[in-house]
């Protein structure tokens, strides 16, 4: 069966695993809301692991803190000194607990108007999926420059998330994912390039069960964001328009 990052259906034409921007747009996109949404949802699915973890690891933290404070008020142990900056350490574990969650939550649904910095964005991606990637064999580089651009944070998440995704799933070895940028006045250029690790050591094999990336899916997403999406064999390009906001919350002056 052909894996979908390289395969397109007859009516798109053949997919050329040598295209690029310069030698021209990618097979048009299908750009149906059934198309949009499962996009959305395979990499979500992709990215489960990693925010279960996010949400799971500061909960736990606040659970070990409560039995142990338990475990002291049974056996009447401790001053009301330390009682009290025990209860304050159990406080801001709670508080860093709701926080990742809420963080966690915006994957799922993000805020409407939400933008972030291209730096921090390509940052969150790359904190949120380094350590699974890690786990397959992979090297997750961000070259990505601060900035003041700013990107649709919901758009730059899902579209670098799901081609660094399909990315990985397409070559044939581990090595670095790299991550770099290029800026204009109205347009920012993510390049996504994958160096192969000198060894050519074989990559573990993805879990058959998890699902695997639709690259006109993917298309016709980046087309619903206004994002134009290419890719070659180890390069993917992702061209993200400048964030204007529209609610009247964001454009009142301050």
Not at 72 to 83: P, Q, T, V
């Amino acid at each position: 069966m052909p894996d979908p990052l390289y395969a397109t259906s007859d009516t798109h034409g053949t997919a050329a695993t040598a295209a690029s921007p310069e030698a021209g747009a990618a097979p048009q996109p299908r750009r149906s809301r059934a198309c949009i949404e499962a996009a959305r949802h395979v990499v979500l699915r992709r990215l489960a692991p990693a925010l279960k973890h996010d949400m799971v690891v500061n909960l736990q933290a606040v659970s070990m803190m409560a039995e142990m404070l338990n475990a002291r008020l049974e056996k009447g142990a401790g001053n009301n000194a330390n009682l009290q900056a025990n209860i304050a350490k159990l406080n801001r574990l709670a508080r860093d607990a709701v926080a990742t969650c809420l963080r966690v939550s915006s994957w799922i649904d993000p805020g409407e108007d939400d933008t972030v910095t291209l730096h921090t964005g390509v940052q969150e991606c790359v904190q949120l999926m380094a350590g699974g990637l890690n786990f397959r064999g992979f090297l997750l580089v961000n070259e990505v420059p601060p900035t003041e651009f700013e990107v649709c944070r919901g758009a730059v998440r899902t579209l670098l998330a799901g081609s660094l995704i399909a990315l990985a799933d397409a070559v044939p070895s581990g090595g670095e994912l790299q991550i770099r940028s290029q800026t204009s006045a109205q347009q920012a250029v993510l390049t996504l390039s994958f160096v192969p690790s000198s060894d050519d050591e074989q990559k573990p094999p993805l879990d058959p069960s998890a699902p695997r990336i639709d690259w006109n899916e993917m298309q016709a997403l980046a087309a619903a964001e206004e994002v134009e999406l290419f890719r070659t064999a180890t390069q993917v390009t992702i061209r993200l328009p400048r964030a204007v906001p529209s609610s009247p919350l964001r454009m009142a002056p301050m």
